[in-house]
């Protein structure tokens, strides 16, 4: 745990990496990622990521809150909807594949494992790589959040994106 802790510090506190999550504003000292990341709720299930056995990144997922739900235009929907976050830490493995290959992976043990109906993220609209890597694994835009997330000293806007999990018609 020590070392995950240490690991998300160093991640956290490059600029590069920060440009895309959290904010560049926000660079994270070992007390900090303690607070975020060690004292969040049991209901998120937290992974670092390894390439070839390297660390190389962050993954959470987690059952989206009813208050989620309503807000992300799922109030209605009866079945199991995940949300997810990540980002790749180490620089050297961007623009690799491992990003598409994490998502894929991901949804395919959300969706079997976890039994999800349907998996959402909320990335903001200016992140068009990310929104490129996620479209390209079956996620579509489903709703517009103006304003939603608080980045680098402004708030965002945001797509929720949206995985289907199974269907009967499908291949």
């Known amino acids: 745990m020590e070392d995950d802790a240490l690991l998300l510090a ?23 990622v303690k607070k975020h990341f060690y004292e969040r709720s049991k209901d998120i299930t937290q992974c670092i990521i390894e390439y070839e056995d390297r660390a190389i990144g962050y993954i ?3 059952l989206i809150t009813d ?4 807000e992300y235009g799922y109030g209605e929907f009866q ?12 620089i050297d493995y961007w623009n690799k594949g491992i990003g598409t290959e ?3 992976s991901m949804v395919s043990y959300l969706i079997t494992h976890e ?5 959402v993220m909320d990335p903001q609209t200016w992140n068009k790589r990310a929104l490129r890597v996620y479209e390209k694994c079956g996620f579509v835009k489903k ?3 103006p304003k939603h997330e608080w980045h680098e000293g402004e708030y965002r806007d945001c797509w929720v994106i949206e995985y289907e999990g199974f269907k009967p018609d499908r291949h």
Do not use: T
């Open 67 to 70: 208050e989620e739900r309503i």
């Open 143 to 145: 709703k517009y959040l």
């Open 10 to 32: 160093k991640w956290l506190s490059d600029p590069r990496v920060l440009a895309y999550y959290e904010g560049r504003d926000r660079p994270h000292d070992l007390e900090m």
């Open 79 to 90: 079945g199991n909807i995940y949300g997810m976050d990540q980002f790749i830490g180490e």
């Open 115 to 119: 039994k999800a109906d349907k998996i």
């Open 102 to 104: 994490l998502i894929k």
């Open 60 to 62: 959470q997922y987690y």
